[in-house]
């Protein structure tokens, strides 16, 4: 007998409030009062999500800068994203994947396209996860352009093949809260949240960033991504 839960779809229904809350509260461990690891997998008692695959749109330049800091400068508000990277399979972090990631600047305007064109390499870049399956990025909160609702994206590559392409999603009320603040506040509103983006719908609960302010006004913003391994 399969129990359906067990199953790699089964397990995209089981979720990211779990993890959100597994990583807030033990870093990256997974636990439940029945243990960890495989075997727990396999039982039932712990599920790790494989992550939506989503497009990568058309705003991705390949081999940019292994960096942290991806601002280059440019304003808005602080923003470190911390990145876990796991085996959806076993729910264990995965060493040494290339997290590379992409966004819009706080104005909504990507590097290399439109009025961006000339600089190719702002608010991109790229880290290797450590031993805890995390990547940090220092970048600021992105902008939101046209027809969208305010997301990074990303793409894991592991021994040198992609392994997870997706976008990273923001709670609207964050949002909210950020965007009343410059240089954000002199735009228009928004014109897409999350509900009505046409691909956040297509999974993007799923890829939902868990956001705490620090003490410094930093948004300190964490995603768990589970991937398989090819
Ligand atoms: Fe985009």
């Known amino acids: 007998m399969t129990d359906p839960r067990l199953t790699r779809r089964g397990s995209l229904v089981r979720l990211g409030g779990f993890l959100a809350t597994a990583v807030g509260a033990a870093g990256l461990k997974i636990e439940t009062s ?3 690891g495989p075997a727990a997998v396999a039982s039932g008692a712990v599920s790790c999500v494989l992550t939506p695959e989503q497009t990568e749109g058309p705003y991705y330049i ?3 800068a292994v960096r942290r800091n991806i601002t280059e400068g440019r304003p808005g508000l602080p923003l470190l ?3 876990f990277v796991v085996n959806a399979s076993t729910c264990k972090p995965i060493k040494a994947a290339a997290v590379d990631i992409w966004h819009a600047d706080a104005g909504g305007i990507y590097s290399g396209f439109g009025s961006g064109a000339g600089n190719r ?3 991109r ?3 290797r996860t ?3 399956g995390l990547a940090l990025f220092r970048t600021v909160y992105p902008g939101w352009y046209q027809g969208r609702t305010v997301h990074i994206h990303v793409k894991v590559h592991l021994g040198g093949n992609v392994v997870h392409t997706g976008q990273i999603y923001f709670p609207d009320a964050v949002t909210d809260a950020v965007y009343r603040n410059q240089p954000y506040s002199s735009r228009p ?3 897409v949240r999350n509900a009505a983006d046409s691909i956040f719908r297509n999974g993007g609960s799923k890829s939902l960033v868990t956001v705490k302010k620090n003490g410094a006004g930093v948004y300190v913003a964490t995603i768990m991504m589970g991937v398989h391994r090819s």
């Open 189 to 191: 509103n928004r014109d």
């Open 121 to 123: 390499t702002f608010m």
């Open 81 to 83: 994203l911390r990145a």
């Open 125 to 127: 870049g790229l880290q």
């Open 62 to 64: 390949a081999n940019e």
């Open 34 to 36: 029945e243990g960890a």
């Open 130 to 132: 450590n031993a805890k």
